[in-house]
């Protein structure tokens, strides 16, 4: 048996995007309310009865949410100009090594706008 299991986490930061024209209101600083959804892909244990040990996604994004909670995200390697695209292709490439079987990343920097990014870059 297949499935497929889910972690969301949320953090605070601020950003712009300094690649807009002048007159976006997205290019001047603000910030969001960040979820951010970890989704992980296999077969089912038959003696444990899970995909994977949700532990085990908490304790890989920690360090991350740590750098990024309360921050300004273009300070951050990787990030200068953090669209919710490019921010999901920088957690993939920080989780992927961590966490065998994952599947896709989702990012909400508001509740109706996210992206959905599922490593292929």
């Not at 889910?6 to 930061?13: L, Q």
């Not at 360090?63 to 993939?92: C, Q, V």
């Not at 989780?95 to 992206?115: D, K, S």
Request: glycine share 6%.
């Amino acid at each position: 048996m297949r499935a497929r299991v889910t972690k969301d986490f949320r953090f605070e930061a601020a950003h712009t995007l300094p690649s807009l024209p002048a007159d976006h209101k997205c290019r001047q600083m603000h910030g969001h309310s960040f979820k951010v959804e970890i989704s992980i892909e296999g077969e089912v244990d038959e003696t444990i009865g899970w995909v994977y040990d949700h532990k085990n996604i908490s304790d890989a994004m920690r360090p991350l949410l740590d750098k990024l909670d309360h921050s300004y995200l273009n300070d951050i390697e990787g990030l200068e100009s953090p669209t919710i695209e490019r921010m999901a292709g920088w957690f993939w490439k920080k989780l992927a090594p961590q966490l065998p079987g994952l599947a896709e990343i989702v990012i909400f920097e508001t509740p109706t706008a996210r992206c959905s990014f599922r490593g292929e870059f």
